[in-house]
């Protein structure tokens, strides 16, 4: 059974609407959770952290958390075309003195004019 | 300031080449992290630096042998790879602060291609 679990997508949008971005994890334990965006080729680029129960906004991204379902997602409003990217969710347990990522699949995300 | 360098951004090398790349942070991050990255597939971890020592390691095939000679710098050393060796090597670094706020930031990575 795999740790962090996404729907690879792609998810497709138009330019304007929501996106919602889901993520489920196996851990109980898990502590923090991540949002990366990475455009193909490039690296991982932090879009959101979050660690207790509830939303998290940050200008058009809302980070959503749920510890009793195990269960994190981001939404991104006024979706643009420059969205167009895949989406790791990462979850950690945070232990041992290093902080330990495990990376869902990614859901390549694509918003179209 | 979340930069973390690397270098070099491309790297080609054969199977009896040594090589090594570099990564470097001067966020006073006291955690280090080597990352393997397939076409289509998330990073997967390789090596982890806390506080200058090294502190995991993911079973991680001898021909890659991890470095950490300062708090700032992370070398990841590379003899006789194989051409499934070819993939992104993404650095991370991330404070060690308070336990439950401690984020990883990656470097722009290395495209390493093995002939």
């Known amino acids: 059974q795999k740790e962090v679990e996404q729907n690879s997508g792609p998810l497709s949008v138009p330019e304007g609407a929501i996106a919602s971005l889901n993520c489920t994890y196996s851990?109980?334990?898990?502590?923090?959770f991540f949002w990366y965006r990475q455009y193909s080729g490039k690296s991982p680029e932090l879009i959101m952290s979050?660690?207790?129960?509830g939303d998290k906004e940050d200008g058009r991204f809302t980070a959503q958390l749920n510890k009793a379902s195990q269960y994190v997602s981001l939404l991104i409003r006024d979706s643009q075309p420059s969205d167009s990217a895949t989406y790791l969710c990462?979850?950690?347990?945070?232990?041992?003195?290093?902080?330990?990522?495990?990376f869902g699949a990614g859901t390549r995300l694509a918003v179209h004019p | 300031d979340t930069e973390v360098t690397q270098t070099p951004k491309h790297l080609v090398m054969g199977m009896t080449n040594k090589k090594s790349l570099k990564c470097e942070q001067h966020?006073?991050?006291?955690?280090m992290y080597w990352y393997k990255q397939k076409a289509k597939k998330p990073p997967e971890l390789m090596f982890v630096?806390?506080?200058?020592?090294?502190?995991i390691n993911e079973s991680v095939p001898s021909r890659f042998s991890p470095e950490c000679p300062n708090s700032s710098l992370l070398n990841l050393h590379l003899h006789a790879l194989q051409p499934e060796d070819s993939a992104l090597y993404l650095c991370?670094?991330?404070?060690?602060?308070?336990?439950?706020?401690?984020?990883?930031?990656f470097g722009p990575g290395t495209r390493l291609t093995v002939l």
């Open positions: 851990d109980r334990g898990s502590q923090s």
């Open positions: 630096y806390s506080y200058e020592k090294l502190s």
């Open positions: 966020m006073g991050h006291r955690a």
């Open positions: 991370a670094s991330s404070p060690l602060g308070l336990a439950e706020t401690d984020t990883q930031y």
């Open positions: 979050i660690y207790s129960n």
């Open positions: 990462a979850v950690s347990p945070f232990s041992g003195g290093y902080n330990k990522l495990i």
